[in-house]
């Protein structure tokens, strides 16, 4: 079965939990997190040990049905900020190994992959600060892109935001990974879900911002929730309206 896809502005896609841009054939994700199963179990917290597996069979099954050219991680592929665990070192090359043979990989660094460095070194893989593919430029999204950086860029992709939607008939409530799709100094901005299959995601409706480009509000942002398939939610301003605190 295929990863749910919808349409994007800009000639870009949603593919499961990533961006696709078909004219480049480059797949987008972020936030892998690779490494929180070790940091959660050094704090007390277990957790099944299935966070790698699931993160394989996502990435391969996008990469089966798109077969991309470019595959760029826009962000935090590990969690440590300032050590390399025996995981990350581990799985973080077995993610390499995956993809490399198929696509050429680019490693988007993140506030989390401050010594990526020596991991991306081994198999020699790109590291950089951002990533232009046509008139798309890729960043984490922790901070302001420089005014060169964004010449001649009509769309930006990020990540680092982790947004989620919680829907509730104020019995149940269930939190589902979401794109945000809005507009950031007259370019098309699209936020990314985490692809870190433990956690959701922070709530677009009741959490703090993280990414700076977000500070002035995301009101008028468009969301789409994405599970088997992308469900277009409306403005967070209509869902602000009509969904029940939670």
Not at 49 to 78: N, S
Not at 175 to 182: A, D, W
Request: glycine share 10%.
């Amino acid at each position: 079965m295929k990863a749910g896809r919808a349409p994007l502005p800009g000639g870009l896609e949603i593919a499961g939990l990533g961006a696709w841009v078909p004219r480049e054939r480059t797949l987008v994700i972020a936030d892998i997190h690779i490494g929180i199963e070790e940091h959660l179990a050094g704090t007390g917290v277990l957790v099944p040990a299935t966070h790698f597996g699931e993160v394989r069979r996502q990435l391969e099954r996008l990469i089966a049905d798109l077969a991309p050219a470019v595959v760029v991680i826009a962000g935090d592929i590990k969690h440590e900020f300032g050590t390399i665990s025996d995981q990350e070192w581990r799985d973080t090359l077995r993610l390499i190994d995956l993809v490399a043979p198929r696509a050429r990989l680019v490693l988007v660094r993140g506030n989390h992959d401050t010594v990526l460095g020596p991991i991306a070194g081994r198999r020699g893989v790109e590291v950089t600060d951002s990533y232009r593919v046509g008139s798309t430029l890729i960043l984490h999204g922790d901070t302001v892109p420089s005014e060169e950086m964004l010449r001649g860029a009509a769309a930006v992709i990020i990540g680092h935001e982790h947004p989620a939607l919680t829907v509730s008939d104020g019995i149940k409530a269930e939190t589902y990974k979401c794109f945000l799709v809005g507009s950031w100094r007259r370019r098309t901005l699209v936020v990314l879900p985490s692809f870190n299959p433990l956690v959701e995601g922070t709530d677009i409706l009741y959490g703090g911002r993280l990414s700076p480009l977000l500070a002035r509000g995301i009101e008028g942002f468009e969301v789409v929730c994405v599970a088997d398939q992308a469900y277009p939610f409306g403005t967070v301003r209509t869902l602000r309206t009509l969904l029940p605190d939670i």
